[in-house]
């Protein structure tokens, strides 16, 4: 395929300019952010400070406040250059949705104002018909209205036809039925910050800042020349390789993790990061990631709400400006089977400016008490609400990725090191009970070592929001310490044992009830799959293994105790998930089938062709030649063909509505079905990909797709 695909990246590249010179980047940091700060300025002062209380203890807005903010925000924006404005929402596909209004409004005499008002800004109405909503809206009531959810700024985006005042929104259904990502992140805060003020009152604490998880999102994804994906359409439209040949050269060399970083690769980064801190996004790390062509952007963590947004800008800038520089930037969790594919890391961890990182071993025996009794909520959340966690990540994409022989398994385990293991197992060994649990004080804790200040979610996939994960981990904390918090109070109040004895007690009882989840070591191994199944943990391998959780009592329960989803928001979020697995998988049935029709076995059957004319010219003319090529080709097409009539007929099978009491049958054909028949296909497929010549090969090759930079 290098025949008509010779790139000239030297073309590509962006000469520097001053924009990417330090000083004017701390100057625009934020410039397109409707900050804090923007708001001061162009706010009158009794507003702003009623605003204020609405950002910190989520009062509802009053409208003579919401009508001073839209003014003031409308002023900002057309100064900046906006001409629209858009409630900006994340519906249950898990991508982002923007409707846009003009700012333009007639004046009635011929002529036109700029208007924007505040019931405009804070609530709009949204058709969401459209939208994956699980049987959630009967069609007669398809109409939701979005909110503007105050704690996470209004922000321009900038594009070459204009600029348009994004405001971050909620988006739910008439009757209070949350249809999107984001309203769960908010009602799981609530929850984790209810039950984190209990416990922390118990150490003598009475915050008055909500306490928040914070996240940091690590993220990964693949940066190719556009020129490969428009030549081939699995990329195109399945954003995965559906057939490819192992490259003579993958990442075994191990020469790409942290290697340098290509120019044309890096301008494209420094563009993507340029818009990123003008946007407010705090972008810190860049560098190579361990397969070629693939590379990471990491920003510094915020809290969670404002970091699930902040990840879904970056991945559209990435994708935006991708496309700017003549490539194209991959977010699949697996485009390219043989080589490592991609996650998005969430880092995790839960405090406020005013209490601190309640993750973080403190320098006293009191603040490291209290760190046990938050790490124990961790294990102990992790370990029963495994399934749960490993259900909202499940895909068929990242299904790809997770189980299979790479990072990570799709068993939950917590690697906690050595270290801090030990001190928990003298915990339950009993070693460091004293009699008046002031040993909690002297033995091992108060010497605690720096043991990091977060837990580091990895399962997450490449493409996804990070939104639900958060959820999770949100609400199985809530629970945890609604049991740590009910447990020291039970103990100091009805046994009268110290803060001390209790913390201890509470250690002891989740180490001997929770502590299978801890695994420090090779969770890649062979033998922890056994290990695992010996502790009773979960090992969903597939989507359709994963997702029946959502509906099971352990779930249901969680989630209406602390009122994040309804039994019927999480039927709904089980349903889509099913349904995009199917439709996943069904897309990509039909492409393969299509591309080996239409493009393989054309290509195939042309050199078959020639080698047997070749072989016939020369024995005609005596000259010796061997059929040897030309039948080890026929035997590897006839495979071919074999393979591609049993997907076609597997496909047939694939033929469903998207009847709810079908969803898991059908979800269960195309995991033991339809995408081992794709697995058969593409052997063959990848076979000839090796035999047929290079020239009358269809599609661009791994080596041409990952090397050319
Ligand atoms: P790594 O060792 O994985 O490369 P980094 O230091 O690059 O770790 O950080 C990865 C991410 O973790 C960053 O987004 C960083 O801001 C975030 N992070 C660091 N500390 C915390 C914390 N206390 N809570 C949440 N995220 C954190
Ligand atoms: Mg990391």
């Not at 858009?86 to 700012?103: C, M, R, V």
């Amino acid at each position: 395929m290098t025949r008509s695909l010779v790139i000239n990246t030297a073309s590509h590249a962006v000469p520097i300019r001053r924009e990417f010179r330090m000083a004017e980047l701390t100057d625009r940091f934020g410039t397109m952010v409707f900050s804090e700060e923007v708001m001061k300025d162009y706010l009158p002062k009794d507003i702003w400070k009623r605003l204020a209380a609405t950002l910190e203890d989520g009062e509802p807005l009053d409208l003579d406040v919401a009508n001073a903010v839209a003014h003031a925000m409308k002023v900002w924006a057309i100064s900046k250059g906006a001409t629209h404005y858009a409630h900006w929402f994340q519906p249950l596909s898990g991508i982002t949705s923007e409707k846009h209004d003009s700012f333009l409004d007639p004046d009635g005499k011929g002529g036109a104002l700029a208007q924007f008002s505040g019931s405009a800004l804070v609530q709009g109405e949204a058709d969401g018909s459209s939208f994956p909503s699980g049987g959630l809206r009967s069609t007669f009531e398809a109409r939701g209205y979005t909110a503007w959810d105050v704690t996470s700024p209004a922000y321009l985006m900038e594009s070459p036809a204009g600029m348009v005042l994004c405001i971050p929104t909620v988006f739910l259904s008439w009757t209070g039925i949350a249809l999107d990502k984001k309203t769960p992140v908010l009602r799981a805060s609530q929850a984790l910050n209810q039950q984190a003020a209990r416990v922390l009152r118990l150490f003598g604490m009475n915050p008055t800042m909500p306490i928040t998880s914070n996240g940091g999102l690590e993220q990964e994804y693949f940066l190719i020349d556009g020129t490969f994906v428009s030549a081939r359409p699995d990329l195109l439209i399945a954003g995965r390789a559906l057939y490819g040949a192992r490259p003579p050269k993958g990442q075994e060399f191990e020469d790409q993790y942290y290697g340098v970083i290509p120019s044309r690769v890096l301008g494209f980064m420094a563009d993507v990061e340029r818009q990123l801190y003008r946007l407010g996004i705090p972008v810190k790390t860049r560098h190579n990631e361990v397969a070629p062509s693939q590379y990471e952007i990491a920003p510094t963590f915020e809290s969670g709400n404002l970091a699930c947004d902040h990840n879904q800008l970056i991945m559209t800038v990435l994708r935006k400006t991708a496309r700017r520089h003549g490539m194209s930037c991959l977010l699949h969790e697996k485009p390219f089977d043989c080589i490592n594919g991609s996650g998005k890391h969430l880092n995790y961890s839960i405090g406020s400016p005013e209490v601190g990182n309640l993750f973080a071993p403190g320098d006293n025996p009191h603040e490291n008490a209290q760190f046990l009794v938050f790490l124990c909520a961790v294990i102990r959340g992790l370990h029963r609400h495994a399934g749960f966690l490993r259900a909202v990540v499940a895909s068929a994409s990242n299904d790809r990725r997770l189980g299979a022989n790479e990072a990570p398994p799709a068993i939950m385990s917590l690697f906690l090191g050595d270290q801090l293991t030990d001190i928990l197992e003298q915990f339950r060994a009993g070693k460091v009970r004293g009699s008046k649990g002031k040993r909690l004080m002297n033995v091992g804790v108060d010497t605690l070592p720096p043991l990091g200040n977060r837990f580091e979610f990895r399962a997450l996939g490449s493409s996804m929001s990070a939104a639900d994960s958060l959820v999770v981990l949100n609400t199985m904390m809530a629970e945890s310490l609604d049991y740590a918090a009910t447990f020291l109070e039970n103990a100091m109040h009805g046994e009268h044992l110290t803060l001390g004895e209790a913390v201890q007690k509470l250690i002891e009882n989740v180490m001997e009830e929770d502590s299978a989840v801890i695994f420090n070591g090779n969770g890649y191994s062979e033998i922890w799959q056994r290990e695992a199944e010996r502790r009773g943990l979960p090992n969903s391998p597939a989507t359709p293994d994963a997702v029946p959780v959502f509906s099971s009592p352990e779930v249901v329960g969680l989630c209406e105790r602390y009122q994040v989803f309804s039994r019927q928001e999480l039927k709904a979020r089980e349903d889509i998930q099913l349904e995009q697995y199917i439709k996943t998988v069904h897309t990509e049935c039909s492409l393969a089938i299509r591309m080996a029709r239409t493009q393989i076995y054309p290509a195939a059957v042309r050199y078959r062709q020639e080698l047997a004319s070749s072989l016939a010219s020369c024995t005609a003319l005596g000259v010796p030649a061997s059929p040897d090529s030309l039948k080890e080709l026929a035997d590897v097409i006839a495979g071919f063909e074999s393979s591609l009539h049993m997907l076609e007929e597997r496909a047939g099978e694939l033929n469903w509505t998207p009847e709810e009491e079908q969803l898991l049958s059908v979800a269960r054909t195309c995991q033991h079905v339809v995408l081992p028949a794709m697995e058969e296909l593409r052997h063959w497929a990848d076979r000839l990909e090796t035999m047929v010549a290079d020239d009358l090969w269809p599609l661009p090759s791994y080596q041409e797709m990952l090397f050319m930079k």
